[in-house]
């Protein structure tokens, strides 16, 4: 009934020819179920991601597009279904994406792995327990690496600097132009002599 009245009505054809009633404004005025997507990943700007979770949370986008910004720390509201294009490296992180579903009030959740065809992700297939079973070894830092003991000193160090210099306003707005250039004697050359 629907679909034979859109058909007949002349403003639906005007707005058809002009590319601006497609097949989702026919599958919405008849009431059938679609997916409107948006991509939620580091490629996108800040803001842009802000207006997506917030789309997605009043149910203007069903579906998200996520890359590894959305594994931790994001509130997104209500969600149904996880859909993972592969097994995630580690079993937190598997167990992070997944409990992204059913945290609101949904009736049921589920989630989705594809598996590709290559031995690591085979053997998971085979053992769908891998996540719940697997032992999660607790993180750990060497300090073995001369690199990473050095980025550490040079943190601390330029950290001691910036609290004992009187600066106006937000220390964490500071940037490189301030650092480097400006003053007629530029910070870099006050951290030299702290140094």
């Not at 601006?20 to 404004?25: A, F, H, I, V």
């Not at 917030?54 to 969600?79: H, Q, Y």
Request: with cysteine; net charge positive; glycine share 6%.
């Amino acid at each position: 009934m629907v679909r034979r009245l859109v058909s007949a009505d002349p403003t639906v054809a005007t707005l058809r020819r002009d590319g601006l009633w497609t097949d989702l404004c026919d599958r919405t005025t008849e009431g059938g179920y679609y997916y409107r997507t948006a991509e939620h990943s580091a490629q996108q700007e800040a803001n842009r991601l802000q207006m997506y979770e917030a789309m997605f949370k009043t149910g203007r986008i069903n579906a998200l597009n996520c890359s590894t910004t959305m594994e931790m720390g994001v509130d997104i509201g209500g969600v149904t279904a996880v859909v993972m294009n592969n097994v995630p490296p580690h079993p937190a992180n598997y167990l992070q994406r997944a409990g992204r579903a059913g945290r609101r009030r949904e009736s049921r959740a589920i989630a989705y792995t594809l598996c590709k065809a290559n031995p690591r992700e085979m053997r998971v297939f085979r053992n769908s327990t891998w996540p719940f079973v697997t032992k999660i070894a607790a993180p750990t830092v060497t300090l073995s690496s001369d690199r990473i003991v050095a980025r550490h000193v040079h943190s601390m160090l330029l950290a001691q600097f910036l609290v004992g210099l009187d600066t106006e306003g937000d220390r964490t707005k500071l940037n490189l132009k301030w650092f480097f250039g400006g003053d007629p004697e530029p910070i870099v050359d006050k951290f030299i002599l702290f140094l």
